[in-house]
């Protein structure tokens, strides 16, 4: 079994977060690139998986590493490769299947709940319990899906989760920890200026969610290192 996993930043303070750690503790490499300055790899057949990060580029404008992420999805799902996208890398799927990505009516930025649906807890939020899940959001920008995709999760804004053979997209972040959260809020201040949210309203005394969505990601990245061992198994 190919035992790397390739890792897209589209930007270099949106990274792997929690999951660094549960890859490296799952035996598996990782291969990281960050999109702006590195070239997009062209050949997917040397990875047992993709997964493609977020960040604060939108996926119809017309930026050139954005087309090649799309078509590496391409060619992942021709290969049966997963592939995972998280917040703007769930978008590029969206996109890439023939989708359509756009400008939502409300942004979706800080800590709110989804609702996991039975498709969900049958596929990638399998072992969570409850039907509704705390998570962290930061994204203007949503998707709607062609009709093979399957919703596995949604807030009452927006499709929040999806799966569409071997491609799983997530707009939400399970992945995010303190420190990353904090440097975003300095990264993106003028945007939270813009939506009227204090900082301190997404970092204090939240002891409680930050160890309930690293618990969230340990169960989604398990799920989705099952499809990884899966796909080995019968290819």
Not at 3 to 16: A, C, M
Not at 20 to 32: A, M, P, T, Y
Not at 37 to 61: F, R, S, T
Not at 69 to 77: F, G, K, M, T, V
Request: glycine content about 6%; charged content about 25%; aromatic content about 10%.
């Amino acid at each position: 079994m190919d035992k790397t996993i390739l890792s897209i930043q589209n930007i270099n303070f949106e990274t792997l977060g929690t999951l660094k750690g549960l890859i490296s503790s799952d035996s598996f490499s990782i291969e990281n690139i960050e999109a702006q300055k590195e070239p997009v790899p062209n050949n997917v057949k040397q990875y047992a998986a993709i997964i493609i990060l977020g960040g604060p580029m939108a996926v119809y404008d017309n930026v050139e590493y954005l087309k090649e992420e799309q078509e590496l999805i391409r060619q992942a799902l021709k290969l049966d490769i997963p592939v995972l996208g998280i917040c703007l890398g769930s978008q590029l799927i969206a996109q890439a299947i023939g989708g359509k990505v756009y400008k939502g009516r409300k942004k979706e930025i800080g800590w709110s709940e989804v609702t996991i649906n039975s498709a969900g807890f049958m596929d990638l939020f399998n072992g969570i319990s409850t039907k509704k899940i705390r998570v962290f959001q930061w994204h203007g920008d949503t998707y709607e899906l062609p009709a093979k995709a399957t919703v596995m999760a949604s807030s009452k804004l927006y499709p929040q989760a999806f799966r569409y053979h071997s491609a799983i997209g997530i707009q939400f972040h399970l992945e995010t920890n303190d420190e990353m959260i904090r440097r975003w809020t300095y990264e993106y201040a003028k945007e939270l200026e813009s939506e009227q949210i204090e900082p301190r309203d997404l970092l204090d005394q939240k002891n409680h969610e930050f160890n309930e969505l690293r618990e969230r990601c340990k169960v989604v990245y398990t799920n989705f290192s099952k499809m990884i061992r899966n796909r080995s198994v019968f290819s």
